[in-house]
């Protein structure tokens, strides 16, 4: 449990606000931080008797493509992308109908499942697999700097594009930074936010930074170099109890129809071996 509420310090969820001395153990006491929740307004015009979802979570490029497959059934799915942790909060609190997540605990070795048993104890979720994405470096067509490892990031000169605090790629990023003992200062640009992989690939693609971590579909479709770092699963989280809403029923059910997995091959770096698979 530690190790989780450490995640949720290092993402600016949560803040020690309180410490006791009792015996020999000091207890600590933790509460949500004033910042660490973005409240959005969506607006959904009607739509000839479709019903909407609100997806909330990381942001993912096949999310695009599973929204234009269920348009067919008379479902509109709108996402908006806030980071992993900050999509789970939401759907705890009953804000979304779907959270998107791609968050690895480095102690378990495994993604997602372990952060929704201990932001659900209490509330049945499920989750369901989208696909398995790759990530890695993304620079400048080329990569005339040779930035091909999370070493290269500490060069002097180096501009880093970082992902917003909360996203599944910036807890990744912060997990590797202590693996390896660098301190962030160390980085230039790491107290950048990009909300988007596409915004961080801009971003390279631009010439406002030299590198960014995102997703091998962001760098092709701007034309950017890519270095492989990992290989992630990005799931779809709902609460069980909407399993019987037929909108969200329409949803998981697309998930694993061939039309989607056509669609997503389409994304370079996707993996579809796994998509429609229920976890845990």
């Known amino acids: 449990m530690r190790h989780h509420v450490q995640v949720l310090v290092a993402a600016g969820l949560v803040q020690l606000v309180e410490e006791r001395v009792v015996r020999n153990y000091t207890e600590k006491y933790y509460g949500a931080t004033a910042n660490a929740f973005e409240a959005h307004v969506i607006i959904t015009p009607e739509s000839g008797g479709s019903r909407t979802l609100v997806?909330?979570?990381?942001?993912?490029?096949?999310?695009?493509?599973?929204?234009?497959?269920?348009?067919?059934?008379?479902?509109?799915?709108?996402?908006?992308?806030?980071?992993?942790?900050?999509?789970?909060?939401?759907?705890?609190?009953?804000?979304?109908?779907?959270?998107?997540?791609?968050?690895?605990?480095?102690?378990?070795?495994?993604?997602?499942?372990?952060?929704?048993?201990?932001?659900?104890?209490d509330i049945p979720v499920l989750a369901v697999t989208l696909a398995h994405r790759e990530q890695g470096l993304i620079t400048a067509p080329g990569d005339p700097q040779g930035i091909g490892r999370i070493a290269d990031l500490t060069r002097p000169g180096i501009r880093f594009a970082n992902r917003n605090a909360g996203s599944g790629t910036r807890v990744w990023f912060d997990a590797?930074?202590?693996?390896?003992?660098?301190?962030?200062?160390?980085?230039?640009?790491?107290?950048?936010?990009?909300?988007?992989?596409?915004?961080?690939?801009?971003?390279?693609?631009?010439?406002?930074?030299?590198?960014?971590?995102?997703?091998?579909?962001a760098a092709e479709q701007l034309g950017l170099s890519f270095q492989p770092l990992f290989m992630e699963r990005y799931d779809l989280v709902v609460r069980r109890e909407d399993l019987d809403d037929d909108a969200v029923a329409a949803l998981l059910s697309q998930l694993s129809t061939r039309a989607l997995r056509r669609a997503l091959g389409t994304l370079a770096g996707y993996d579809t071996a796994h998509t429609g698979e229920e976890i845990g």
């Open 55 to 121: 997806a909330l979570g990381s942001h993912d490029l096949g999310l695009d493509l599973l929204g234009e497959e269920i348009e067919d059934v008379h479902v509109d799915l709108v996402s908006v992308p806030v980071g992993s942790l900050d999509g789970l909060v939401a759907l705890r609190q009953g804000l979304c109908d779907v959270a998107g997540c791609h968050l690895f605990d480095d102690a378990a070795g495994e993604y997602n499942t372990p952060f929704l048993k201990h932001l659900f104890p």
């Open 176 to 217: 590797e930074l202590r693996r390896r003992n660098v301190a962030t200062e160390e980085i230039s640009g790491y107290d950048s936010s990009y909300g988007t992989h596409t915004l961080a690939a801009s971003a390279v693609a631009s010439g406002r930074a030299d590198a960014a971590i995102g997703l091998r579909a």
